[in-house]
């Protein structure tokens, strides 16, 4: 995901919450948002289910109560969430837009809920089987060798390299357009449409910023429509043809407003939030010299790169939260809930919570539960592409440990800023230097 110019958290000093209480305190705060950590355990000790005034949202910040949550769809709805979070105050005008200029207005199909969601799933979770994902690694190793020969190049030429935009961005952008058989594509703009999609989870965005980003999505969406209908006529090999000729389980075929919602999605989630992942791993590489001293020594040892990226995932989840709805009334960790309540799902502090994870602060890929992380959701809504993203990961850590050494910040650490957005934890740019090996 990139950022337009001027929409990006200056972090400055770390959030740090004083003598403030959780009351006005609010996840719209930049300081917040860029500087999570504190704000996460005041939530997790004093108020596990707490009502963000500014934000309008529940959010929902132990571990325990999370996995309760997230195994209970039919009392915590992803769709009636997704949508009350969806171009929040905008929505009508937003929807207007797309319809006139976009080719219509397709809701994101795959946020449904049971029983659409179990026809619409049981399609897709064969395109990211584990043997699909293994015949995918020698193509994306390729795509992650050039890039990191660019980076060593660059470096070896005395420049700064922006991690965000020269490599992590670029990287998941070439790997789902290779998927979906986009040979020819602007890296760029994919970007950009990415920024727009995301903003509309994210409850930061003004009423102009909401108009810009339709408009860049009414030209997604345009793009994906001409390659349906290419691919209606001329079936190839990759993944958009899978969704325009799928049959479901019930022997039915998608419709053309699933099918353009699915190729959306597969587009924005398959290089956004792995960027964001691949940015992470940067980060810490470059801030955590023990950590990669430790990944150095290990490189070849497929189980400890195993361990290496779950841990990732754990201490710097790419997604912060996700919404959902109670559909009825009800209780979580000790608090009552009416129908209807708006919550923000963090995974970011799940993966934080001292009562699952000992010392979570320390990045160990030894501890014993390593991949009992909440990182990629957990039920029926878990992550479609989680195989897909941790197979990207691997790979990029393997091939810049093999190829780079001394991989360090241009910046002081707290200049480094972040995207304002409720949804991810995205690092906006990360200019770093680094040397060949």
Same mark, same amino acid.
């Given at each position: 995901?990139?950022?337009?110019?001027?929409?990006?958290?200056?972090?400055?000093?770390?959030?740090?919450?004083?003598?403030?209480?959780?009351?006005?305190?609010?996840?719209?705060?930049?300081?917040?948002?860029?500087?999570?950590?504190?704000?996460?355990?005041?939530?997790?000790?004093?108020?596990?289910?707490?009502?963000?005034?500014? =934000?309008?949202?529940?959010?929902?910040?132990?571990?325990?109560?999370?996995?309760?949550?997230?195994?209970?769809?039919? !009392?915590?709805?992803?769709?009636?969430?997704?949508?009350?979070?969806?171009?929040?105050?905008?929505?009508?005008?937003?929807?207007?837009?797309?319809?006139?200029?976009?080719?219509?207005?397709?809701?994101?199909?795959?946020?449904?809920?049971?029983?659409?969601?179990?026809?619409?799933?049981?399609?897709?979770?064969?395109?990211?089987?584990?043997?699909?994902?293994?015949? =995918?690694?020698?193509?994306?190793?390729?795509?992650?060798?050039?890039?990191?020969?660019? =980076?060593?190049?660059?470096?070896?030429?005395?420049?700064?390299?922006?991690?965000?935009?020269?490599?992590?961005?670029?990287?998941?952008?070439?790997?789902?357009?290779?998927?979906?058989?986009?040979?020819?594509?602007?890296?760029?703009?994919?970007?950009?449409?990415?920024?727009?999609?995301?903003?509309?989870?994210?409850?930061?965005?003004?009423?102009?910023?909401?108009?810009?980003?339709?408009?860049?999505?009414?030209?997604?969406?345009?793009?994906?429509?001409?390659?349906?209908?290419? %691919?209606?006529?001329?079936?190839?090999?990759?993944?958009?043809?899978?969704?325009?000729?799928?049959?479901?389980?019930?022997?039915?075929?998608?419709?053309?407003?699933?099918?353009?919602?699915?190729?959306? @999605?597969?587009?924005? @989630?398959?290089?956004?939030?792995?960027?964001?992942?691949?940015?992470?791993?940067?980060?810490?590489?470059? !801030?955590?010299?023990?950590? #990669?001293?430790? =990944?150095?020594?290990?490189?070849?040892?497929?189980?400890?790169? !195993?361990?290496?990226i779950e841990e990732l995932l754990r201490y710097a989840p790419p997604v912060r939260g996700l919404a959902k709805m109670t559909?009825?009334?009800?209780?979580?960790?000790?608090?009552?809930?009416?129908?209807?309540?708006?919550?923000?799902?963090?995974?970011?502090?799940?993966?934080?919570?001292?009562?699952?994870?000992?010392?979570?602060?320390?990045?160990?890929?030894?501890?014993?539960?390593?991949?009992?992380?909440?990182?990629?959701?957990?039920?029926?809504?878990?992550?479609?592409? #989680?195989?897909?993203? %941790?197979?990207?990961?691997?790979? @990029?850590?393997?091939?810049?440990?093999?190829?780079?050494?001394?991989?360090?910040?241009?910046?002081?650490?707290?200049?480094?800023?972040?995207?304002?957005?409720?949804?991810?934890?995205?690092?906006?740019?990360?200019?770093? !230097?680094?040397? %060949?090996?």
């Open positions: 995901m990139n950022s337009s110019e001027g929409h990006s958290t200056a972090s400055g000093c770390p959030f740090s919450s004083g003598n403030m209480t959780l009351s006005d305190m609010s996840l719209t705060d930049p300081l917040i948002q860029a500087r999570p950590q504190e704000f996460y355990s005041k939530l997790r000790n004093e108020d596990p289910v707490h009502y963000d005034e500014k =934000l309008g949202m529940w959010l929902v910040s132990r571990y325990d109560d999370i996995v309760t949550l997230l195994r209970n769809p039919q !009392t915590f709805s992803d769709k009636k969430g997704y949508e009350a979070q969806y171009a929040s105050g905008f929505f009508e005008e937003f929807k207007q837009i797309l319809e006139k200029e976009g080719g219509g207005f397709f809701p994101d199909v795959i946020k449904s809920d049971p029983p659409e969601h179990t026809r619409i799933r049981k399609l897709l979770d064969s395109a990211f089987s584990a043997h699909r994902v293994k015949t =995918l690694e020698p193509a994306i190793t390729r795509i992650i060798v050039g890039l990191v020969e660019q =980076l060593a190049d660059k470096a070896a030429a005395g420049k700064v390299i922006d991690g965000v935009k020269e490599f992590s961005i670029p990287l998941t952008i070439a790997v789902i357009c290779e998927q979906l058989g986009m040979n020819q594509y602007d890296g760029d703009k994919i970007s950009e449409w990415s920024a727009a999609i995301t903003a509309q989870i994210g409850r930061m965005q003004n009423r102009e910023q909401m108009v810009e980003n339709a408009n860049k999505i009414c030209e997604l969406q345009n793009f994906i429509i001409g390659q349906m209908k290419d %691919r209606e006529a001329n079936p190839k090999e990759d993944m958009i043809s899978d969704l325009v000729h799928a049959h479901t389980e019930d022997g039915g075929k998608l419709t053309f407003g699933e099918a353009v919602s699915l190729v959306r @999605a597969l587009i924005i @989630a398959g290089n956004e939030t792995t960027a964001t992942a691949i940015s992470n791993l940067l980060f810490i590489l470059a !801030t955590q010299p023990a950590v #990669a001293a430790q =990944l150095y020594d290990n490189v070849e040892d497929e189980r400890y790169l !195993t361990r290496f559909t009825r009334e009800t209780e979580l960790g000790g608090t009552k809930l009416p129908k209807g309540a708006h919550m923000l799902v963090l995974y970011g502090s799940g993966n934080d919570d001292e009562r699952r994870f000992e010392c979570p602060r320390s990045f160990d890929a030894s501890r014993g539960n390593v991949g009992n992380h909440v990182a990629f959701g957990v039920g029926i809504h878990r992550c479609i592409g #989680a195989s897909l993203a %941790r197979m990207e990961i691997r790979v @990029a850590a393997k091939e810049l440990i093999k190829r780079v050494r001394n991989i360090q910040l241009a910046i002081p650490v707290d200049q480094v800023t972040y995207l304002p957005t409720v949804a991810t934890h995205s690092i906006a740019s990360l200019p770093i !230097t680094l040397m %060949r090996r």
